[in-house]
């Protein structure tokens, strides 16, 4: 239980922190001052002052965050945040999100260095193999069955799960450059609830395709977890699709035993999540606050600050209701 606190507390805190040092990177380069940058959260353990910011270790390991000049007041003096162009601002308001996004992509990339993608070689067979039986050993690679050239490992298991259990003619390649052909007729697995031969693939480690198989994945999860935001405001979805920091909890410490692999993908997964819930058009997130400086935009002036801060300080008080429903609902499902 322990371990599984301090490794939820680590991702969360990375994740985080990271988030804020997206805003806190571009409004340097933007000239806005950040007059603090906090990792954790609470009373101040450490303290250094550079030359314009403030940096400060908090007791609580739980966050961070990064208080620009001027980002709630009306001021415009040089180096504060609303002293930059509007499109400086939106920037700096997104750049938290941003930032998440990168964070899972570094993630998934490294994942797919750790697993590699599937060749169409035989890397090992099941304990039930009639691909073995049938003679064909590790090292083989798959070329073709019932006469359709094999390109990539998904046709192996789509061409077998279509079989219907009729036998195949299944070719392969040996490592001496050699062909040979076997039949081989498929069982049906109750537990995957398809036919199979027996046989898993080798994989093979390739740069470009964990570069491009990144952005996949990102876009996965972008989708997956904005139609889940999209059924919620529908009504096609109830407060059990949404989990908080304990039901995040509970998670990675189920899937902690599985090995780090598993604990990376949950961690790109809360990134994602954590970048988009903050570009909703929520008040108090960031997504308002851009919505706030495209209002300026169109109108050619800023919204009066008192009047933002009113709506922005209403959201922040119903997203803290939200969040002690969700913990609520997360601590009888779970605990």
């Known amino acids: 239980m322990a371990l599984t606190i301090i490794v939820s507390l680590l991702i969360f805190g990375v994740l985080i922190i990271s988030h804020e040092f997206g805003h806190f990177i571009t409004a340097v380069k933007s000239g806005v001052t950040v007059e603090e940058f906090a990792v ?117 298991t789509n061409t077998i799960k279509s079989s219907r259990g009729e036998p195949l003619t299944v070719t392969v390649k040996h490592n001496d450059g050699t062909i040979s052909e076997y039949t081989v007729v498929p069982y049906y697995s109750d537990e995957s609830q398809g036919y199979l031969i027996g046989i898993s693939p080798s994989y093979h480690i390739n740069l470009w395709k964990s570069f491009l198989g990144s952005f996949q994945m990102l876009w996965t999860y972008v989708k997956l977890i904005f139609g889940i935001f999209i059924g919620l405001f529908r009504g096609e979805f109830g407060l059990e699709a949404f989990s ?47 919505v706030f400086v495209m209002i300026e935009m169109i109108k050619g002036s800023p919204v009066k600050r008192e009047v933002e801060g009113r709506i922005h300080f209403i959201g922040f008080a119903l997203l803290i209701a939200f969040a002690i429903l969700i913990a609520y609902r997360d601590v009888i499902t779970y605990l």
């Open 40 to 156: 954790g959260m609470g009373p101040k353990l450490l303290e250094k002052q550079t030359k314009n910011t403030k940096l400060t270790l908090r007791l609580f390991p739980v966050g961070g965050f990064c208080r620009m000049k001027g980002e709630d007041a009306e001021d415009d003096e040089p180096g504060s945040f609303n002293s930059v162009s509007p499109l400086k601002r939106i920037l700096i308001l997104a750049s938290g999100s941003l930032m998440n996004f990168v964070v899972a992509l570094v993630l998934f990339f490294t994942l797919y260095l750790m697993i590699g993608f599937p060749t169409n070689t035989i890397g090992n067979f099941a304990d039930v193999s009639p691909a073995r039986d049938a003679g064909i050993v590790v090292g083989d690679t798959v070329v073709d069955i019932n006469g359709t050239a094999i390109s990539e490992w998904s046709n192996v």
């Open 244 to 290: 908080g920091p304990i039901g995040a909890t509970v998670v990675i410490g189920q899937y902690l035993p599985q090995g780090l692999i598993y604990i990376l993908n949950i961690a790109a997964s809360i990134s994602i999540s954590l970048g988009l819930f903050n570009l909703f058009p929520i008040p108090a997130l960031d997504g308002s606050r851009i």
